[in-house]
C-alpha cells in the first residue's frame, strides 16, 4: 500500500504573519489524520515559522524550490544544506512555473533532484504538458522526456522515493481541474514509464501525486483513482478550511474498501 501524500504550494503567497495564523488553524482541523501524509511548502521566509509551527505534529516542512550547489557565488539561490538544516523533508522541483518563468532546464532539475537526496530530504518533481502539448497529442511524449531527463542516473531506490506530481499546466491556477480520467491517465503513464525505464518494483513503489485546481469539490474522484496517490494543491492550500477538508477526503478514502 501506498500512503497518501497531500502537499500545499502556497507559491508566492503569506507572509510570515499570514503563515503563522493558517497554522493556528490548520493544526487544530488536521490532528485527527492518521494515515495520510501532510507536507506545507511555505515561501523561503516563512519556512521557519511553519517549521516551529509543525514541530510535534508529524506534518512535514516542504520547500518550493532549492539550487544544487552547495555554496558559493550564486546570488539569491538557497542550498539544499540549508533547507535540511532547518528541517525540510521535501522540496519541490520543477514546477511548470519554474521551468517556464525561470527557464529552468531538466537538466537542472536532475541536478537538484540528486543534490536534494544528497542532503537526506526527497524531491517532489512536477511534470506535466501545456495546452498546446496536449492538443497536438503530445502529452505522453513530453511525460517521457521530462522523466527520461529528470530522473537521469538516479538509482531506483532514489527514484522509488521520489514524488511525481503529475501537473498539467492547462489545469494549473485555471480552476479546471483535469478529468478524473485524465488525471488517472496521466499518472498510470507515468508509472508505466517508470516501471520500463527504471524498474517494475519503483513503478509500484513510487507515489504518484495529481496537481492543478484540486478543490474540495473534486478531490474526491481525483484521489480515488487507482494511480493517483495523493495531490499537490495550489491554490485551495492557502485557506485552512479548504485545506483540511482536501485532506479528510483523502483520509476517508483510505479508510473505505
Ligand atoms: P492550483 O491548485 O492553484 O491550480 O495550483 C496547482 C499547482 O501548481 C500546485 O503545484
Redesign the pocket.
Known amino acids: 500500500m501506498r500512503t497518501p501524500i497531500i502537499a500545499s504550494?502556497w507559491?508566492l503567497h503569506k507572509t510570515r504573519k499570514e503563515s503563522r495564523e493558517f497554522l493556528n488553524q490548520f493544526r487544530e482541523k488536521v490532528k485527527y489524520i492518521s494515515e495520510t501524509e501532510i507536507a506545507l511548502a511555505p515561501t523561503y521566509t516563512s519556512l521557519d515559522i511553519v517549521a516551529n509551527g509543525l514541530e510535534g505534529t508529524g506534518i512535514k516542512l516542504c520547500a518550493q524550490n532549492v539550487y544544487f550547489e552547495s555554496e558559493g557565488a550564486f546570488t539569491g539561490e538557497v542550498s539544499p544544506e540549508m533547507l535540511a538544516e532547518i528541517g525540510t523533508k521535501y522540496v519541490?522541483v520543477g514546477?511548470?512555473?519554474r521551468r517556464q518563468i525561470f527557464r529552468e532546464t531538466d537538466g537542472m532539475i536532475n541536478k537538484k533532484i540528486s543534490a536534494v537526496f544528497e542532503q537526506g530530504m526527497k524531491p517532489i518533481l512536477?511534470i506535466g504538458e501545456t495546452e498546446d502539448q496536449r492538443k497536438q497529442g503530445k502529452t505522453e511524449s513530453v511525460l517521457q522526456n521530462q522523466l527520461r531527463n529528470d530522473l537521469r542516473g538516479l538509482d531506483p531506490e532514489q527514484v522509488s522515493e521520489t514524488i511525481v506530481?503529475y501537473?498539467p499546466i492547462w489545469?494549473?491556477?485555471?480552476g479546471e481541474s483535469a478529468s478524473p480520467a485524465d488525471a488517472q491517465a496521466g499518472c498510470k503513464f507515468v508509472r508505466e514509464q517508470i516501471k520500463k525505464i527504471v524498474s517494475k518494483e519503483a513503478g509500484e513503489k513510487v507515489r504518484l501525486q495529481y496537481?492543478?485546481?484540486?478543490k474540495p469539490h473534486n478531490a474526491r474522484e481525483l484521489m480515488s483513482q487507482p494511480d493517483i496517490d495523493g495531490g499537490?494543491?495550489?491554490?485551495?492550500?492557502l485557506d485552512p478550511d479548504s485545506f483540511a477538508e482536501i485532506i479528510s477526503i483523502t483520509e476517508d478514502l483510505t479508510k473505505t474498501p
Open positions: 504550494n507559491k519541490i514546477h511548470s512555473e512536477c506530481a501537473e489545469a494549473i491556477g485555471t496537481g492543478g485546481s484540486i499537490l494543491v495550489g491554490s485551495a492550500s
